[in-house]
């Protein structure tokens, strides 16, 4: 089970150069000689669009951490 989401995690940090625009932003982009302005739109909506997955990941794996710890006043009890 962790080294599922281990991977699936790094499969984050390498994934593959994608074509994110939107209709209207590629063709005012193509439009224009200046490629590293398309290139730079396209780096900055792909990192947009991963923060939320990060965001939602980090708050799950919290919530999996929280509820996963053996409760202490259970082992305590046993112990008496």
């Known amino acids: 089970m962790v080294r599922k989401i281990l991977l ?3 499969a ?3 994934f593959l150069k994608t074509n994110a625009q ?3 932003c590629r063709a ?3 439009s224009g000689e200046d490629q ?3 290139e730079g739109i396209n780096d900055g909506i ?3 669009m991963a923060v939320p997955y990060i965001l939602v990941g980090a708050i799950g794996f919290i919530i999996y ?3 996963s710890k053996p409760d ?3 082992s305590t009890n046993q112990n008496l």
Do not use: H, Q
């Open 46 to 48: 792909v990192f947009l």
């Open 12 to 14: 984050l940090f390498f």
């Open 72 to 74: 202490k006043t259970e």
């Open 22 to 24: 939107c209709a209207m």
């Open 8 to 10: 699936s995690i790094i």
């Open 28 to 30: 005012v982009l193509e």
């Open 36 to 38: 590293n302005m398309a």
């Open 65 to 67: 951490r929280k509820f």
